[in-house]
């Protein structure tokens, strides 16, 4: 089965870090481009942040540059999402993606075709 599976997120307080997970299984996940993603309550789903395949370019949205890291490794087919400095406006569902896009640069508005199953990330004091 072709799947990301989530890992991480919870309940932290203002300033503090979490680390989210996602491992691929039944594809390699170094053939692709990926992706994080959240959803807050009573809000559309938003781009957090992008990595091309073989990690050439990343990028965040501005409400979180600075304080989240993509990465990957590749070696273990894994994605990763490093979030310091956490602040409330930071609490929603997380999803972890999977883009088939081969490009010098990644974009948050691509098609990414598999998913996570999502994880919750709270901050609140």
């Known amino acids: 089965q072709l799947q990301l599976v989530q890992s991480g997120g919870g309940s932290v307080q203002p300033g503090g870090s979490l680390r989210l997970s996602c491992a691929a299984s039944?594809?390699?996940?170094?053939?692709?481009?990926i992706g994080w993603f959240r959803q807050a309550p009573g809000k559309e789903r938003e781009g957090v942040s992008c990595m091309t395949r073989r990690g050439g370019w990343t990028s965040y949205e501005d409400y979180v540059k600075g304080r989240f890291t993509i990465f990957r490794d590749d070696a273990r087919n894994s994605m990763f999402l490093q979030m310091t400095s956490l602040r409330p406006e930071d609490t929603a569902v997380y999803y972890c993606?999977?883009?088939?896009?081969?490009?010098?640069?990644?974009?948050?508005?691509?098609?990414?075709?598999?998913w996570g199953q999502g994880a919750q990330v709270t901050v609140s004091s």
């Open positions: 993606a999977a883009a088939d896009r081969w490009a010098r640069e990644c974009s948050m508005t691509w098609k990414y075709e598999y």
């Open positions: 039944g594809f390699t996940l170094g053939d692709y481009a």
